[in-house]
Every structure is written in structure tokens, then in C-alpha cells.
């Protein structure tokens, strides 16, 4: 019996733009010389079958598009171009992937089931043993920001598995957890196997890619080097890193750059010429064909210079237009209102950003792999929350960057990382996208407080005097424990220095 082909990328690319600003992005969509320093593409030109029954592995170094790939497919991310074709349902799992924070654990089970079309009465029927599989016992009444990494993914896992996909995309979810739950969630995916359904596993350990997969997928710096048997791909991945890890850090740093530039400088035109390049002349008017189908929804690149011209005078005119409408109001509202209109100009209201402490067990980026993401180029800018002038770096951002990981990496708060970037949504971090970060020389002022990890048998009265403090300034430090007790895991400010 022939297999159902499940899911088919064709072609598919991404690209993200480096622009700082929305204006910036705007320039660059009607610009009409390429700015090639402005982009990134994080994937270039991916084609893959995938059939039912199927377990295919993602591999590849850091960077190298795994999770865009895998994001495209569960149809979290869009492609730039490219046909992407999926016959059936998809769920993914990742860390925290589409868990709400404020939720509990219970809450987010069953939000996320309702959302996928299950009554309420099967959401009762299978809560325990979604909680049993999770493992969370006392925990799953608890706010999934005070989980781990781990006990995230141990949340996110239990649900997807206990949503009977069709197509089960899992990224990462199972590296952070524990050998025991990792067992638990093999035979869970087996099980799955067996039942003819199509799983895609994105890890970076090619010994569980051994061990789960019938095929994987090589990514390289946004292309599919390899796609094929599991064991022939996974040797030439491991020759790879075995040479790569060879390199001398310089030697890396610059191959990293290499890679990197040619991720920034490539096109669709480039990628139309490679396809030429590697077919005959007979069915060179064929793959015209299917080049211009798949990079046709690529907005800019196929619009004519008059077209742009255009287009860029009906935007300008929209938002002229709109400014003028704008003063207008502006201006009617000083004369009928004088009074009112001085003070919201003369008596402005401070906005006063609090400070927050990183948790100590934030994992923090190697020197040598920040060393790499960094640009040369260095300027000096204010943080709000303190009057003190900070030096600043631009950093190039990876997976699986985000606002709190990034701001415990480089010891500073998330506000004074936001005040750095104050035209950045780190809500929407995307790979490829330079940032400013305080320069590694940069001393950091001490602040006099820090945090700990609260550990089974801890109450407020023995955290409090471990660190020199009354029960009352731990309170006025943590103001969300006064009416809460507090739990193991949970993370609380305190004064001096932590074990």
C-alpha cells in the first residue's frame, strides 16, 4: 500500500528583515537598489516530501533554520516563497510553545484542548491522565512562569500528545527535560509510529535521531545540505562537526561570518540561477516554470520600478494626508480646549520603569558564541531606568534568543535591555535581527539585591533571616508573597549575594 504524502516544501524560503524600525522596513520594501545588509534569509530554497508513518529528524548547528523550517510547517511562521503543501493536522511542541504564563498548568490544558475542538466534558475525562503523564504533581495548580525550562516542556509535551495529531512537529521539547520523562516520551512517539502517523523531530543529538528516526534532514546555514536514510545522513553530519570542532575559535568565528554573509546577501534571483545551473537544457523551461510559481508571492522583488515609484507616491500622499488630518484635530482641540492643551504639554506624567532582577539560573551564552553575533561597531546610549550612560554593541540574534535569556546573558534587567531598544518588539524576535546590548567590557553597577530559588521546606521567616533581611523587607522586595505562600522553584528577590 503506497504512503499518503503528508507534507511537501517546495522551494520554500524565508527571509527577515533587519530594518530597526517599521519606516526602515517600509524604505526597504520600495527602495529601488537592494540593500543586501538589510536581510536575511533564514532559509534558502528548502524541498522535502514527507510521507505518512514517516519519522524525519532535524538536525543542524545552531542557526542553521531548524526551527523556522519546522515552524513553517506547523503554520506558525509564513514562507517568503515557496509552495508549502500539508494534508492533515498539525501540532507542534516546543518549550512554552503556545502555553499562557499566567495560566496554571490545569488552565492551560484547558485552554489549549478547547482550542482544538474538544467539549468540555472530554477535557474532564482525560485531565488526569494529562497531569499523571506531565509528571508536574502540586506544580499544575501553580503559574506556568514560576515552571523551569524543563517543567515547560514536560507541560507542552503532555498536552500535544493527548490531542491525537496527525502530524506531531516536536522541537527541542524533549533536550531540556529529564532521562525519565525523555523514555516516557519516546515509547509515547513510537506509539505514535505505530499508528501510522507522520512525526518531525528537530534535535541537535544525533544519537536520538538514531534512535527515533527512519530519515533526517541536514540543515546548513538555511539550506538542506542532506535529506535522506537516517544513518547515511548522520554520518556525514557528525564527519562535519568533528572537523568543525577541530577549528581553532578564530577559525569558527570566521566560518560562522562566511556562512552568515552569504545568508545576508543572497536573493531570488540567486536561487532561480542555482536551479538553472543544476539542470539540463531540456528541462531548463520547466524549471522556469516552477521557479516563477513558487517566488511569485515574494512581495518587492517582482515589482517594477514604475510600479514601486508609484506605489511609494500613494503611500507618501496617505500618510501626508493623514498628518494633516491629524494637526488639524490637533489644532481645533488648543482653541476650544487652551486650558486643557497647556497642561498635557507643560505637566507631562514620568513614566517610571521598575527594575527587575534575572533569575541566577538563567542559562547565559558562552563568550565565544556571543563573540561570534556581535558587530564591531559600538555606540554609547542611556538606559531609563538609570541616568548612568551604557556602551552598547550591535548583536545579531539566534534561536532560541528572547528578551529574558538575552538580558540575563549580559546581567542587566528587561527593562534596561527594552530601554536600549525602545524601537524592538522582543515579543517578535526574529532570527537574523540586530539588537543593542551593553559592550563586554561594560562594568555593571552593583545593585545590592539578588535572587534565590526557593527549596522544599522554605517558609518566608527562613529565607528572610538566610539572608540577613526581616520578614517584612522580603515582603516589600516581593510584594506578590503577602498573601501567597511561597513555593519550591519560585524565584524571590533578596538582598546581598545568593548560594
Same mark, same amino acid.
Given at each position: 500500500?503506497?504512503?499518503?504524502?503528508?507534507?511537501?516544501?517546495?522551494?520554500?524560503?524565508?527571509?527577515?528583515?533587519?530594518?530597526?524600525?517599521?519606516?526602515?522596513?517600509?524604505?526597504?520594501?520600495?527602495?529601488?537598489?537592494?540593500?543586501?545588509?538589510?536581510?536575511?534569509?533564514?532559509?534558502?530554497?528548502?524541498?522535502?516530501?514527507?510521507?505518512?508513518?514517516?519519522?524525519?529528524?532535524?538536525?543542524?548547528?545552531?542557526?542553521?533554520?531548524?526551527?523556522?523550517?519546522?515552524?513553517?510547517?506547523?503554520?506558525?511562521?509564513?514562507?517568503?516563497?515557496?509552495?508549502?503543501?500539508?494534508?492533515?493536522?498539525?501540532?507542534?511542541?516546543?518549550?512554552?510553545?503556545?502555553?499562557?504564563?499566567?495560566?496554571?498548568?490545569?488552565?492551560?490544558?484547558?485552554?489549549?484542548?478547547?482550542?482544538?475542538?474538544?467539549?468540555?466534558?472530554?477535557?474532564?475525562?482525560?485531565? *488526569?491522565?494529562?497531569? @499523571?503523564? &506531565?509528571?508536574?504533581?502540586?506544580?499544575? /495548580?501553580?503559574?506556568? #512562569?514560576?515552571? $523551569?525550562?524543563?517543567?515547560?516542556?514536560?507541560?507542552?509535551?503532555?498536552?500535544?500528545?493527548?490531542?491525537?495529531?496527525?502530524?506531531?512537529?516536536?522541537?527541542?521539547?524533549?533536550?531540556?527535560?529529564?532521562?525519565?520523562?525523555?523514555?516516557?516520551?519516546?515509547?509515547?512517539?513510537?506509539?505514535?509510529?505505530?499508528?501510522?502517523?507522520?512525526?518531525?523531530?528537530?534535535?541537535?543529538?544525533?544519537?536520538?535521531?538514531?534512535?527515533?528516526?527512519?530519515?533526517?534532514?541536514?540543515?546548513?546555514?538555511?539550506?538542506?545540505?542532506?535529506?535522506?536514510?537516517?544513518?547515511?545522513?548522520?554520518?556525514?553530519?557528525?564527519?562535519?562537526?568533528?572537523?568543525?570542532?577541530?577549528?581553532?575559535?578564530?577559525?569558527?568565528?570566521?566560518?560562522?561570518?562566511?556562512?552568515? *554573509?552569504?545568508?545576508? @546577501?543572497? &536573493?531570488?534571483?540567486?536561487?532561480?540561477? /542555482?536551479?538553472?545551473? #543544476?539542470?539540463? $537544457?531540456?528541462?531548463?523551461?520547466?524549471?522556469?516554470?516552477?521557479?516563477?510559481?513558487?517566488?511569485?508571492?515574494?512581495?518587492?522583488?517582482?515589482?517594477?520600478?514604475?510600479?514601486?515609484?508609484?506605489?511609494?507616491?500613494?503611500?507618501?500622499?496617505?500618510?501626508?494626508?493623514?498628518?494633516?488630518?491629524?494637526?488639524?484635530?490637533?489644532?481645533?482641540?488648543?482653541?476650544?480646549?487652551?486650558?486643557?492643551?497647556?497642561?498635557?504639554?507643560?505637566?507631562?506624567?514620568?513614566?517610571?520603569?521598575?527594575?527587575?532582577?534575572?533569575?541566577?539560573?538563567?542559562?547565559?551564552?558562552?563568550?565565544?558564541?556571543?563573540?561570534?553575533?556581535?558587530?564591531?561597531?559600538?555606540?554609547?546610549?542611556?538606559?531609563?531606568?538609570?541616568?548612568?550612560?551604557?556602551?552598547?554593541?550591535?548583536?545579531?540574534? @539566534?534561536?532560541?534568543?528572547?528578551?529574558?535569556?538575552?538580558?540575563?546573558?549580559?546581567?542587566?534587567?528587561?527593562?534596561?535591555?527594552?530601554?536600549?531598544?525602545?524601537?524592538?518588539?522582543?515579543?517578535?524576535?526574529?532570527?537574523?535581527?540586530?539588537?543593542?546590548?551593553?559592550?563586554?567590557?561594560?562594568?555593571?553597577?552593583?545593585?545590592?539585591?539578588?535572587?534565590?530559588?526557593?527549596?522544599?521546606?522554605?517558609?518566608?521567616?527562613?529565607?528572610?533571616?538566610?539572608?540577613?533581611?526581616?520578614?517584612?523587607?522580603?515582603?516589600?522586595?516581593?510584594?506578590?508573597?503577602?498573601?501567597?505562600?511561597?513555593?519550591?522553584?519560585?524565584?524571590?528577590?533578596?538582598?546581598?549575594?545568593?548560594?
Amino acid at each position: 500500500m503506497d504512503k499518503e504524502l503528508k507534507v511537501e516544501t517546495t522551494l520554500v524560503t524565508k527571509e527577515y528583515n533587519l530594518a530597526k524600525t517599521r519606516m526602515d522596513k517600509i524604505k526597504s520594501l520600495f527602495s529601488l537598489s537592494k540593500d543586501k545588509a538589510s536581510t536575511f534569509w533564514a532559509l534558502k530554497g528548502v524541498s522535502v516530501k514527507i510521507y505518512s508513518g514517516e519519522t524525519i529528524g532535524i538536525i543542524g548547528l545552531n542557526g542553521s533554520g531548524k526551527s523556522t523550517l519546522s515552524n513553517i510547517i506547523a503554520g506558525i511562521t509564513p514562507q517568503t516563497s515557496g509552495e508549502l503543501t500539508i494534508n492533515g493536522e498539525v501540532s507542534i511542541i516546543s518549550i512554552a510553545a503556545g502555553l499562557n504564563l499566567n495560566l496554571t498548568g490545569r488552565e492551560n490544558i484547558e485552554m489549549k484542548s478547547l482550542m482544538m475542538g474538544e467539549t468540555t466534558r472530554e477535557i474532564k475525562a482525560k485531565m *488526569d491522565e494529562v497531569i @499523571e503523564f &506531565s509528571e508536574l504533581g502540586v506544580f499544575i /495548580d501553580q503559574p506556568v #512562569k514560576t515552571y $523551569s525550562s524543563g517543567m515547560k516542556s514536560k507541560l507542552g509535551f503532555s498536552i500535544a500528545v493527548h490531542q491525537d495529531p496527525d502530524i506531531l512537529v516536536i522541537d527541542e521539547a524533549l533536550s531540556v527535560g529529564d532521562s525519565t520523562f525523555y523514555n516516557k516520551g519516546l515509547k509515547k512517539m513510537l506509539s505514535f509510529k505505530e499508528q501510522g502517523k507522520t512525526i518531525i523531530f528537530v534535535s541537535q543529538s544525533a544519537q536520538q535521531m538514531r534512535n527515533i528516526c527512519d530519515k533526517v534532514i541536514w540543515m546548513h546555514y538555511g539550506e538542506a545540505r542532506a535529506f535522506g536514510e537516517k544513518n547515511e545522513v548522520l554520518d556525514q553530519y557528525v564527519k562535519f562537526v568533528n572537523e568543525y570542532n577541530s577549528k581553532s575559535e578564530e577559525e569558527k568565528k570566521e566560518y560562522q561570518e562566511e556562512e552568515k *554573509d552569504k545568508q545576508r @546577501e543572497y &536573493s531570488l534571483s540567486q536561487l532561480q540561477n /542555482d536551479l538553472l545551473n #543544476k539542470v539540463g $537544457s531540456k528541462s531548463r523551461q520547466s524549471t522556469r516554470e516552477i521557479v516563477k510559481t513558487t517566488t511569485k508571492n515574494k512581495i518587492g522583488d517582482n515589482m517594477s520600478i514604475s510600479t514601486k515609484l508609484f506605489t511609494l507616491i500613494l503611500v507618501f500622499l496617505v500618510v501626508y494626508f493623514s498628518l494633516a488630518f491629524v494637526k488639524g484635530v490637533s489644532a481645533t482641540y488648543s482653541i476650544t480646549h487652551p486650558i486643557g492643551t497647556f497642561r498635557r504639554f507643560t505637566q507631562p506624567t514620568p513614566l517610571e520603569v521598575p527594575t527587575e532582577e534575572q533569575p541566577s539560573s538563567s542559562v547565559k551564552p558562552s563568550s565565544s558564541a556571543s563573540s561570534t553575533k556581535k558587530s564591531a561597531t559600538s555606540e554609547p546610549k542611556k538606559s531609563s531606568s538609570s541616568s548612568a550612560v551604557i556602551e552598547t554593541e550591535q548583536y545579531v540574534v @539566534e534561536e532560541p534568543d528572547t528578551l529574558e535569556t538575552l538580558a540575563a546573558a549580559y546581567n542587566i534587567s528587561t527593562e534596561e535591555l527594552q530601554a536600549l531598544n525602545p524601537e524592538v518588539d522582543f515579543s517578535t524576535l526574529t532570527i537574523g535581527q540586530v539588537i543593542h546590548v551593553p559592550k563586554a567590557s561594560t562594568p555593571v553597577e552593583p545593585t545590592g539585591e539578588s535572587t534565590y530559588t526557593v527549596q522544599e521546606g522554605d517558609s518566608q521567616s527562613l529565607v528572610a533571616e538566610s539572608h540577613g533581611m526581616t520578614v517584612e523587607e522580603l515582603q516589600q522586595l516581593n510584594p506578590e508573597i503577602v498573601e501567597t505562600p511561597i513555593i519550591p522553584g519560585q524565584i524571590l528577590k533578596v538582598k546581598g549575594v545568593t548560594e
